[in-house]
């Protein structure tokens, strides 16, 4: 068979992990010099390809590569930017085979969430559409693990295994704190429709009295009374309260606690700020001392304490992405499946990118505690393997060494293109 | 000579590493059979002696004191309580006397900061003033680094290191996203009067360009227009910028930009964070998307990513204390000498501890970058040894495995007190 140049690109918002799929493409197209001559990366996603802003992976070396294993963040940039179909934005997909065409690009792989699933289910219809011959694969990632299909999504056990620890470690925190100061910890946690993060904080403890004793998700409507009783039942019974609360938390008519007013490229809501308001009602009702934290980027991006689980996912996924494309499988994507549970067993399945894209996957409402406030045993069942294993970067001068790439530009064959 | 008993206390806000301490002076104690008979711990810091409210640390296992060395909080509870001075209450040191008496207590270990290092030194004169023979020893503890006469203070070599990791992981997702969503990140960091804390942010990065972009210091007077054209030419030369701001943070007038009575940055009353705040400014005066984290407790409670140098120094001062006390060498407290920069090598010294109570040590002029926005080379050469090495603690089921202590109580010989 003869041998064509292979496009990665990483989509929306980035995970500890992602450059671990990222690493599992590129030594997979390695291992196929026969079909694939060269991988070309996006620089910041799909805008990369139309705007043929390409990186020459080639150029940097083995040990760079192996090392983004264990480097957060998006090596080669990512984007929030969403195609239009076919119909409406003929232009953009004729670019986008112009660019493909003039680097012999005839693998796609597209790593990303929900929405960028949706991207990459497009482009997988260029050689139907128009003609052009191209496998477009779709890596899976996100931690959100909203993503259908697939057991679990890459990026979102290492995010569990810092909330569950971080809830952990600051409830000690507040428990040798709270008989002077203290008595309310809130700890703020992503996760804009579905409360998987949140529910991850809960793995923190599990006997009586044992904290969180307060999950807040976006999929229980909230009933500031409701959580106040509970908020005092456990301060009078313990001595102080952790509540690990989802940044969708929101009230009965869907308005979001606390709702920025800024919305993102998606038209989705930009939240935040969850826990110092729901810190303010604790006081003004209960007049409590309080302490809030809001980990944002640093429960995505701590790849310090990833879960060796997830990273090996990650890295299978990437792999197997390109063992697809080899056999010429357009529009699918790799998934996770849970094989056994005790012990823990799972291997990647192909999953039609058709029935993955716009789709998101909620909390089964059997994995929420019948108040409302805490998670069950199915819930515990199916998160605890996700988090299992430490998976440690090497450290050089105190602090995690990360892969340091060239970023080496392709030499643009092509006209510019507006977006 | 004879045999008496031990007090061991835990005072104020507790770190990752204070049960390190607490290992160090258990484990030492034992070594002392002779001298030392039993450990009672007080619950809840110096509330434990004056309540009479003891826990028979014999009853615990080896393993389970060994477990202290990775266990973050404060295992026996701490307090934020202040003795006032012997003259103004002389009923509460006659009721520690008391307490002593009754439990054969001599030997006095109070494990905390600058206030209870001022609580250590009033009951340090129980044997001078009122005659009852007492060796009280301070062991240093602070995230925030500000007791003087100690090179540095063990707990702030964790936090350090947790935040160093925390902004270069952050910086890295950030970095990846900022083509097309946020350009600006902040993340708001222990340290209300001293800017240790924010400055081990800026070790995450020191090349040309290299986030983190701004540090800003409770030492420097904040002026909102030069911080925001530092983040303008950030965002323009870099495409993001990322932020580490004190708690501390304030106005040339002494104002707290928390407390300044700005709305943060969904609008809504400010509740007490600087990142909000501050974020909220970057939106309204450049129009920037933003994310901002808060660590708060995470930060001080983050003993899967502790500095191993932390760790050993903290084990190192309890040990340090009970040799004092062995020695009769009253009113002192184990300061960490640095012998040698390079290799950094330390030792464990003797400081008087009326030279210690009372006094914080602030970030020497020389370490702030003339700009004030960022560390000098001086800076840098004090903070990194502080951050070497790692020191993981063990993982049972995914999380940390911590110590589960069975906090016996002494039985009660004395009346009831009222603090």
Not at 64 to 85: E, M, N, Q, V
Not at 360 to 370: L, N, Q, S, T
Request: glycine share 8%.
């Amino acid at each position: 068979m003869a041998q064509h140049n292979a496009f990665y690109a990483q989509s929306g918002g980035v995970t500890a992990v992602i450059n671990a799929s990222a690493c599992g493409v590129i030594e997979a197209c390695k291992r196929h010099p026969d079909r694939i001559g060269k991988v070309y990366a996006g620089h910041n996603g799909i805008i990369g390809a139309l705007t043929e802003d390409l990186i020459d992976v080639s150029q940097e070396s083995d040990e760079t590569i192996t090392a983004l294993r264990h480097t957060p963040g998006g090596a080669f940039g990512s984007c929030r930017y969403k195609l239009k179909d076919i119909e409406t934005h003929r232009t953009q997909y004729e670019r986008l085979i112009e660019v493909f065409r003039a680097h012999d690009i005839r693998y796609f792989f597209y790593n990303g969430g929900g929405d960028s699933a949706d991207t990459c289910l497009k482009v997988s219809q260029l050689s139907e559409k128009l003609g052009y011959p191209l496998t477009a694969i779709h890596v899976p990632k996100t931690v959100d693990n909203d993503l259908p299909i697939t057991d679990n999504s890459p990026g979102f056990g290492s995010v569990a295994k810092y909330i569950a620890t971080s809830t952990l470690e600051a409830s000690l925190d507040i428990a040798s704190m709270c008989a002077t100061s203290t008595k309310v910890f809130v700890l703020e946690v992503m996760g804009r429709h579905a409360g998987w993060i949140a529910a991850a904080g809960a793995l923190a403890g599990n006997g009586e009295g044992e904290p969180p004793h307060l999950v807040i998700f976006p999929e229980v409507a909230f009933d500031r009374a409701r959580v106040m009783d509970r908020v005092e039942e456990a301060v009078q019974k313990y001595g102080y309260c952790v509540i690990v609360v989802s940044e969708g938390a929101r009230y009965e008519d869907g308005t979001f606690l606390a709702d920025s007013g800024n919305t993102d490229a998606f038209g989705h809501r930009q939240l935040g700020g969850v826990a110092p308001t729901l810190a303010g009602m604790v006081k003004q009702d209960l007049g409590y001392k309080y302490h809030w934290a809001v980990a944002d980027y640093l429960q995505r991006a701590a790849r310090h304490l990833a879960s060796r689980t997830d990273v090996e996912q990650a890295y299978a996924v990437g792999e197997k992405a390109v063992e697809l494309a080899i056999e010429g499988k357009n529009s699918m994507m790799p998934a996770i499946k849970r094989v056994s549970e005790t012990p823990y067993e799972w291997r990647i399945e192909a999953a039609p990118l058709a029935e993955v894209a716009n789709r998101e996957k909620f909390m089964p409402a059997e994995y929420i505690r019948e108040d409302g406030f805490g998670i069950t045993d199915a819930c515990r069942q199916y998160l605890l393997p996700l988090i299992q294993g430490e998976d440690y970067p090497p450290y050089e001068n105190g602090l995690p060494k990360v892969a340091r790439l060239k970023l080496a530009k392709v030499e643009r064959k092509l006209e510019e293109f507006k977006l």
